[in-house]
């Protein structure tokens, strides 16, 4: 049995070890999961409810910010840090459709402590963007300890949350909070009505979270896409909409 296993661990450090050299051979991802799902939302011409979770300040690194300005959406953005916030108020000022929330997403109602970097008064898309439930993550990006402060943020769970806006389920779920994605996906997927995408990051997923949680959207019928950074798990019912009517006849018209 020793020896099995022995071979089993080689078997698999060999797999790793192949795979890792076919991406190098691989051309640099330029196309990301999230940004062809918008793109197939905005080629059917309906309007679909986002809900955004990690908003930061509206517009860097943010696909969601152009699509809103061309299609008729209705958007929940969620963002706890009020620095981001701030900035979020102005990317977003007069667009009757989307609805801001200062809040972390969290285990339970009331509030929550955030790490975040200190404010010079004269905030950095860093100082903005970068907020965690977690110390370590943001001693991760190479942030000093006296930098970082700790906050208090409202905090509401992910059901709370869809209740305040009169919703039972959104059609793209994303998903941007530094280390907190598989509590938000796991949250999701507890719901009685699942969405119908959850764009998430990948990359801070810690080794106990990472395979039971790809388990588990599969085994909710998601199919999943990915590029280095992020996951995109797509419904199988809203994939056989996608099939079946691509392009529908509110559209057409």
């Not at 509206?58 to 840090?81: F, K, M, Q």
């Not at 007069?94 to 975040?116: C, F, M, P, S, W």
């Not at 903005?128 to 905090?155: A, D, K, M, N, Q």
């Not at 998430?200 to 999943?224: A, I, K």
Request: charged residues 25%; proline residues 6%.
């Amino acid at each position: 049995m020793a020896m099995l296993s022995q071979l089993k661990k080689l078997i698999r450090k060999a797999l790793a070890a192949r795979s890792l050299e076919l991406r190098k051979t691989m051309p640099a991802v330029t196309l990301e999961p999230l940004k062809l799902a918008l793109a197939l939302y905005s080629a059917r011409g309906k309007g679909i409810t986002i809900l955004q979770a990690g908003a930061g300040d509206g517009i860097s690194h943010d696909p969601i910010y152009r699509y809103l300005e061309r299609i008729s959406s209705r958007a929940i953005l969620v963002e706890p840090n009020p620095l981001a916030f701030e900035r979020l108020k102005k990317a977003y000022a007069g667009q009757a459709k989307v609805t801001l929330v200062q809040a972390a997403i969290g285990e339970r109602d009331g509030e929550a402590h955030l790490y975040r970097v200190k404010s010079t008064g004269q905030p950095d898309v860093e100082e903005v963007l970068i907020t965690s439930f977690y110390r370590e993550h943001l001693e991760h990006y190479g942030i000093g300890p006296e930098r970082i402060e700790r906050i208090t943020v409202p905090c509401r769970t992910l059901s709370s949350l869809l209740a305040e806006q009169g919703l039972d389920t959104v059609d793209l779920l994303q998903i941007d909070v530094e280390g907190y994605d598989a509590a938000i996906v796991r949250m999701a997927l507890d719901m009685r009505v699942l969405p119908g995408c959850i764009g998430f990051e990948h990359f801070h997923l810690t080794r106990p979270d990472r395979m039971p949680l790809f388990d588990l959207l599969q085994s909710r019928g998601y199919l999943v896409c990915y590029d280095d950074w992020n996951i995109l798990a797509l419904s199988g019912p809203l994939l056989e909409q996608f099939l079946q009517d691509p392009f529908p006849a509110a559209a057409r018209a």
